[in-house]
């Protein structure tokens, strides 16, 4: 397998279907995806101050939203770190596997959604950053 960077991982344009009774995106499988959706989950109330996600995964791609609202992605390949701001609906994080993310500085009433390619699997997780840096090397 590549050993995954901070600059694997880019901003899509999933689309945007406009119109005067509101504005549509779609994401679909073997479309505008590089993966099949498995799971799709979202974040919201975080509170001001508060970071998610502080974790890696071997396996797992995703695609994060800023769905409603704004809030930065720093993305760490254990040499390298690149901070991300997302806050258009129509625009997708691609996170390739192996990287260490965490997600923070979150507006009021903001959302993330993320389309993930893989089932919840608690043994895909890096949740300890030291490991992180082992498993890099």
């Not at 996170?95 to 959604?113: A, H, K, Q, T």
């Amino acid at each position: 397998m590549k050993a995954n960077t901070v600059f694997d991982c880019s901003i899509i344009d999933v689309s945007k279907i406009t119109s005067k009774a509101g504005n549509l995106t779609v994401a679909e499988n073997n479309m505008n995806m590089p993966f099949n959706v498995k799971r799709i989950y979202y974040l919201y109330d975080v509170p001001s101050g508060e970071a998610r996600g502080g974790h890696a995964h071997y396996e797992l791609e995703q695609y994060i939203i800023a769905a409603s609202g704004s809030f930065d992605v720093v993305l760490d390949d254990g040499i390298n770190r690149r901070r991300i701001s997302l806050n258009r609906p129509n625009l997708a994080l691609h996170i390739v596997p192996g990287l260490w993310r965490e997600l923070d500085n979150f507006s009021s009433g903001s959302i993330s959604m993320v389309l993930a390619s893989h089932l919840y699997d608690e043994k895909d997780y890096i949740r300890d950053y030291q490991e992180f840096l082992v498993y890099k090397r």
